[in-house]
């Protein structure tokens, strides 16, 4: 089993629609968690750390499930621009031991 | 302010050969990783800087990987005998410190890893 799994996708959703992506990881010592946006040919990109008691950025909502071992990223009322790669990041230990998923494709559609 | 960068952009080469990819950390920042991914897959860990203690080099998949960092700064990955499956982005980050902490920021995260825009090596 992985370390950190993620659907692949791609998700083909209409703009304005909602849309949510889930990573399960499997070390239940693991200690911090990111989602990071991966642009086609670019470089990923931090796009909000994750709590458990959840967090919101604007149409962006992270959240974290400890019993489940799993994190979640919902995106509202999506964007042509919000087209891109979303990476979870899992970090346990020290930030040597940072394991990335491989990352759900979300393609939005005018 | 400069970010990280990473040179040469795009490096092909044929079997057998040696390649060396570079990386610029962002000015100030002591922790620098080395990643490799693969078409349409997540980031693989291959090896990680942190000021001037011993790298981690855990994630080095044979000893044809190698890499340095001078002076705390510029990093080199070199690749020896390169193999047609050492195709793939190499990818530099740097981050401002190296340990994780519980609880960061969104735009100031203190672990946060700023990437660099990657090397495409090809191994025909």
């Known amino acids: 089993r992985k370390e950190v799994e993620q659907d692949p996708g791609p998700f083909n959703v209409p703009e304005g629609a909602t849309v949510a992506f889930n990573c399960t990881y499997s070390?239940?010592?693991?200690?911090?968690f990111f989602w990071y946006r991966q642009d086609c040919r670019k470089e990923p990109k931090l796009l909000m750390s994750v709590y458990s008691s959840g967090n919101e950025d604007g149409r962006f909502t992270a959240q974290l499930n400890r019993a489940s071992q799993y994190i979640s990223l919902l995106i509202r009322d999506s964007k042509l621009s919000d087209s891109a790669t979303y990476l979870c990041?899992?970090?346990?230990?020290?930030?040597?031991?940072?394991?990335f998923g491989s990352g759900t494709q979300l393609t939005v559609l005018p | 302010g400069a970010g990280v960068s990473q040179s040469p952009s795009n490096k092909v080469t044929e079997k057998g050969k040696d390649v060396e990819l570079r990386c610029d950390p962002i000015?100030?920042?002591?922790?620098l990783y080395w990643y490799r991914q693969s078409l349409g897959q997540g980031l693989e860990f291959l090896i990680y800087?942190?000021?001037?203690?011993?790298?981690?080099k855990s994630g080095l998949p044979s000893d044809r990987f190698s890499a340095e960092r001078t002076g705390g700064s510029v990093s080199t990955l070199t690749i020896q005998r390169t193999q047609q499956e050492d195709s793939a982005v190499y990818l530099c980050a740097s981050s401002s410190k190296g340990r994780a902490s519980g609880r960061t920021k969104m735009s100031s995260s203190y672990n946060e890893q700023f990437f660099g825009p990657g090397t495409r090596l090809t191994v025909l």
């Open positions: 070390n239940s010592a693991s200690q911090s």
């Open positions: 990041v899992v970090i346990s230990g020290s930030a040597r031991q940072l394991t």
């Open positions: 000015s100030g920042h002591t922790a």
């Open positions: 800087f942190q000021g001037n203690s011993a790298p981690d």
